[in-house]
């Protein structure tokens, strides 16, 4: 027999033994050590994931699926988890979702979108948290919100605004509930209060405003007025005093 086909023989055996055996199958769950591409269906007989296995575990890209046949999301698994990049969508096909994860966690710069495309909120994850600074929008694009995260929470400045880009309020928060001092505003700019914020409530000293003139002022505890009110005419100047 010839030597260099039986060279060429043994090497291809040896190659097919060491390589990683491949299946497509249906809803069975691939034998250890065997990569399989996977579709599962659901009783109705609907395509609902379909992607790589192996040794029994998700690992390599994956597809879900909404019910009337849509993408639902897609992205990679390592060994079961989420991992790279990922992306979701509507039942309309729409991306509303798209991130980074590393082992199963929400990582780096995540985007959400409106059912029209608009950018919804984006911002930074780290380890499955918001971290830093986040903006938030209106369907139509228009900035509503921008300040920052700490480890998923609000925290520190933050500024609000109306629809037609108008500041609407504005001032720190603590532990995702506002705190100390705020500033709230109409739509057309005009300052309507201030005063201190605490575990999201009214606390302490607060002003209000009509027409950018002092309306009333005094104390509130636990979001009720407290204690001596003044009320002001709309010259600012005083008119009545009420005790609560």
Known sequence: MNKKFL???????????????????????????????VKKKSEKGILVEEGWMLDGVKTGFWKFY???????????????????????????????????????????????????????KDGIFDNNKKQGWWKEYSDDGTLMSIG???????EGFWRMFCLNGNIRAEGNYSADKKFDWWKEYDSV?????????????????????????????????????KYTWKFFDERGELSQVYEY
Request: hydrophobic share 30%.
């Open 7 to 37: 060279i060429l023989t043994f090497l291809t055996l040896v190659s097919i033994a060491i390589v990683v055996p491949f299946r497509a199958i249906g809803d069975d769950v691939p034998k250890k050590g065997e990569k399989a591409y």
């Open 66 to 120: 909404h019910e009337n046949g849509k993408l639902k999301n897609e992205g990679n698994f390592v060994n079961n988890e989420l991992q790279d990049w990922w992306k979701e969508y509507d039942e309309e096909g729409n991306l509303i979702t798209e991130g980074f994860f590393v082992n199963g966690k929400k990582e780096a710069h995540w985007k959400y979108y409106y059912h029209n495309g608009n950018l919804m």
């Open 148 to 154: 920052q995260y700490e480890d998923g929470k609000r």
């Open 189 to 225: 700019g005009n300052l309507i209060a201030e005063g201190y914020y605490y575990d999201n409530l009214y606390e302490g000293f607060w002003i209000h405003y009509k027409n950018g003139v002092k309306y009333s002022c005094g104390i509130y505890e636990q979001g009720a007025r």
